[in-house]
Structures are given as structure tokens and as C-alpha cells.
């Protein structure tokens, strides 16, 4: 399962600096706008204490953990919905990604440029989101547009289509993100299918503050903070804080070397990289579930409410027609069993079949 986030936002928010500190894969991060023109992709571990867990219970030769793709797209500016700043280019690179970590600066630094003068992250998001919404208008009105001789023949599926982006451009031509549009399931699955709108994708922001510097978010009298979480609370957003410049001068330390030189460059706590990879993860509607033995223990990705069929074609693709049954275990409880003859003995394995719905968690040994 290819599962990919774009990280966006303004020029010169740190964006290439948060995925070389993500990744540990060196991109240029200049301080200039546009120094990314091509977008790069670092694929990264998800951080679950889970897998590790279970592979030192099944004493294991190799750990194999489930994997997000981080994509690090150049900046955006006013007016890349009409061209400016290559924005068309950059746009089409959003528009392959599941999903949107959008990176919105909170700190103030006098020797880094700000691309409109100022740091106001409300400003900023708001300048991001338009272009996306405008960019998104266009992509509808085009369809809109085409699908004109099939309604003319009243097809069926054209008009059930026409209804859907009629009420998505309603939204877009009042600055509302599509994903805000009510649709049920299958619109949804028919409007992905036909039209690839970037506010569809879930969306979660990064805000990046900066050791010794003047940071927004740690003044809750500033009327940007006050601003920013009065958002936040309305559109009932996911987002978490990193300090991109220190990770990324960090990432190629680990442990007690790594907490030391934290401290010497003014960080406090935790990079919340990791947190950060796992709300990637989350954001994308997904979970995982494992297989473990003395050869292997292995996190698979699958999409949430999957049946154990399903999830058997993340291993391979025949487990779905040739599925028998399931051994099934919840991963604490086959550590704290100690074994999985005791785990069966207490009756925590569990033999299901074709309709169980996997849980995120759960140890499955397939029968095919």
C-alpha cells in the first residue's frame, strides 16, 4: 500500500529542513524561495513500540516496520493557482499525495526572510488554503464542463456526478475545502474516482518554532497564538510542533548523544518527530496489524475496517480468494501470556473467519 504525505506551505517555513530532519535524506533547505523544484521523497519507519515489543518476545532475525512516504514539495505563493512561482508545477505534486502536512512557521527571525514581510501563521494558512481552493475550482469547472454532451444524452452516471461537483463548487466558490462538502460514502468514492481534488485529502499542520528565537506559540497573550488555536478549535485540526532546525542538525545522533546535544542548542524536549510520523500515519485512515515468528515480526498496513481477507493481500494477493481462517491474538496479550501456548490455553487466540474485522494491534497468523 503506497501511503504518501506532501509537506507544503510558504517558502522559507522549513519545510525541506523538517523532511531532511524526517528522513535523515539531505535536500537542499536554503534560504530562498523555490531551491526545491523537483519534489523528493524519503520513505521513514512508523515509530510503534509494538513491533518491538513482539519481536523481542518471538527473539526474532529481522523486524520489519510498517513505512510512510514523506514528500517534500516547494513552497507555494500568492498566486500559484494562475502560474506564479512555477505554483502550477507545484500544485500537480499535492495533487499525488494521500494526504497534506502543511508546515506554518511561528517563530520570528530577523536573518531569515519571510516571503510576505511578516510572521502571522493565520495569514499564512489562509494564503495556502486559497490557492488550493482556486487551483481546486478550476479542476471542477473543467469537468463541469466536459461532462455537458453526456448529460445532454442524460446519462445516468453524469448526472449523478454533475450533482456531486455542483455541490463541492458550491463550497469552493465560499472558501470551503471539498472535504467539508456532506457526500455520503460512494459520492465520495465517485468523486475520487473521476476528479482529483486536493482539498479533498486530509490535511494535519506542522508548526515549527526555532530555539532562541521568538516563538508565537510559547506567548499565549500573543493575538497571533490566540488566533491560531481559535482556529485550530474551529476546524477541529490536527497538528503538532517540531523545531525542524535542531532535528535536522540532530539526526544523525541517537540516545544520550543526541539528549546532550539537544540541550546545547537550546531544545528542551522531545524533537516531536516522532509524533509527527505517527499523526502522518494516523491521518491517513490507516492501521496496522502484525505477524511474528523467530524468522520475521512485520507491521502491516491496511486501511481501517478491513476484514481478515482483506488484510491477508497485504502479504499477498491470493490470501483473499484462497482464505480459510485466522489465528488471532491481541499483541499485549500474547506478551503478557508469555507464549503462544498459554495465550491459546487461556483462550486469548482466537480462530476466526472470513467476516472478522481486523483490529489495529492484532497478531494474526493467516491459514490459507
Not at 506551505?9 to 535524506?25: D, Y
Not at 490557492?131 to 454532451?149: H, P, Y
Not at 501456548?341 to 483490529?359: D, I, N, S
Request: charged letters at 30%.
Amino acid at each position: 500500500m503506497n501511503l504518501s504525505v506532501g509537506i507544503v506551505g510558504l517558502p522559507n517555513v522549513g519545510k525541506s529542513t523538517l523532511f531532511n530532519a524526517i528522513t535523515k535524506k539531505s535536500v537542499p533547505a536554503e534560504n530562498y524561495p523555490f531551491c526545491t523544484i523537483d519534489p523528493s521523497v524519503g520513505v521513514v519507519a512508523v515509530p510503534d513500540e509494538r513491533l518491538y515489543k513482539l519481536a523481542a518476545f518471538s527473539k526474532t532475525k529481522k523486524t520489519v516496520p510498517a513505512i510512510v512516504e514523506f514528500v517534500d514539495i516547494a513552497g507555494l505563493v500568492k498566486g500559484a493557482s494562475e502560474g506564479e512561482g512555477l505554483g502550477n508545477q507545484f500544485l500537480q505534486h499535492i495533487r499525488e499525495v494521500n494526504a497534506i502536512a502543511h508546515v506554518v512557521r511561528v517563530y520570528e527571525d530577523n536573518n531569515l526572510i519571510h516571503v510576505h514581510g511578516k510572521v502571522d501563521p493565520v495569514d499564512d494558512i489562509a494564503i495556502i488554503n486559497f490557492e488550493l481552493i482556486v487551483a481546486d475550482k478550476q479542476v471542477v469547472e473543467k469537468r463541469l464542463s466536459s461532462l455537458d454532451r453526456d448529460i445532454k444524452r442524460n446519462d445516468k452516471d453524469a448526472l449523478i456526478l454533475k450533482e456531486i461537483l455542483d455541490k463541492v463548487l458550491e463550497n469552493l466558490k465560499k472558501d470551503i475545502f471539498a472535504s467539508k462538502t456532506e457526500l455520503t460514502d460512494e459520492q465520495k468514492i465517485l468523486l475520487n474516482k473521476n476528479v482529483q481534488l486536493i482539498t479533498m485529502k486530509p490535511v494535519m499542520f506542522v508548526l515549527n518554532k526555532k530555539s532562541g528565537s521568538k516563538n508565537i506559540i510559547d506567548d499565549t497573550s500573543d493575538t497571533r497564538y490566540l488566533s491560531l488555536m481559535e482556529y485550530f478549535k474551529n476546524e477541529n485540526a490536527i497538528y503538532t510542533i517540531v523545531d525542524a532546525r535542531i532535528e535536522n542538525d540532530l539526526k544523525d545522533f541517537e540516545g544520550e548523544e543526541k539528549e546532550m546535544f539537544r540541550q546545547e542548542l537550546g531544545g528542551t524536549h522531545d524533537d516531536g518527530i516522532n509524533d509527527l510520523i505517527k499523526a502522518g500515519y494516523k491521518l491517513l485512515n490507516v492501521m496496522s496489524y502484525f505477524t511474528t515468528g523467530v524468522e520475521e515480526t512485520r507491521a502491516w498496513t491496511i486501511e481501517k475496517g478491513w476484514t481478515a481477507p482483506m488484510a491477508g493481500t497485504a502479504i499477498h494477493t491470493d490470501f483473499k480468494d484462497k482464505f480459510i481462517r485466522a489465528e488471532v491474538v491481541f499483541w499485549s496479550d500474547l506478551i503478557d501470556s508469555g507464549s503462544y501456548g498459554v495465550a491459546r490455553e487461556k483462550g486469548l487466540v482466537k480462530t476466526e473467519g472470513k467476516e472478522y474485522v481486523v483490529k489495529d494491534g492484532d497478531v494474526i497468523e493467516f491459514r490459507v
